[in-house]
């Protein structure tokens, strides 16, 4: 079972929600290889349209391209988002929009083989997985691996960063 954890975010014109982290691992060539996936919960006062709106505009501003090519954090010292480990915790940080969750120890060990996540940050309302709740693997499978999930997100090869810069 994998658990999400996320905060309401204050009330403003452009309001997304309640934007999530989560985190998982899985069998790839060369190891295991770790992710994480960004989402709102749809939750906006404006609905889930808008919540979706002001989450491809946070991107957008960001350099991060929703629907468009991989981003290669590794070459890009200058990207608008960023990771590091923090006492056991993936930490997550860009203008607008900043999370922690605690992942399992087989993802940790994928990002200390690796150096990175894979990021995939969507536009997409996953109001079912509320945070703090366990999410069954079918439904995270099902949701991460979708074409409108994938296809309304910007991907990114986000590198562990040190905590201290």
């Not at 150096?115 to 995939?120: D, E, S």
């Not at 709740?133 to 090869?157: Q, S």
Request: aromatic share 6%; glycine share 12%; proline share 13%.
């Amino acid at each position: 079972m994998t658990s999400t954890t996320g905060a309401p975010r204050p009330s403003r014109p452009a309001d997304p929600g309640t934007l999530v982290v989560m985190s998982w691992s899985g069998e790839a060539p060369g190891g295991d290889m770790p992710y994480l996936l960004a989402y709102t919960l749809g939750d906006a006062p404006a609905g889930p349209e808008a919540a979706s709106a002001a989450l491809r505009d946070l991107l957008e501003q960001g350099g991060l391209p929703v629907g468009g090519d991989l981003v290669d954090g590794n070459a890009r010292p200058d990207l608008s988002v960023s990771m590091h480990i923090d006492s056991g915790q993936a930490v997550v940080s860009m203008p607008g929009f900043d999370a922690r969750c605690t992942p399992p120890p087989e993802w940790l060990a994928a990002v200390g083989a690796r150096g990175f996540a894979y990021f995939v940050f969507t536009t997409r309302p996953w109001p079912e997985a509320v945070p703090g709740k366990p999410i069954d693997p079918e439904a995270l499978a099902a949701f991460a691996g979708a074409d409108e999930t994938l296809n309304a997100a910007a991907h990114i090869v986000l590198p562990a960063r040190d905590p201290r810069g």
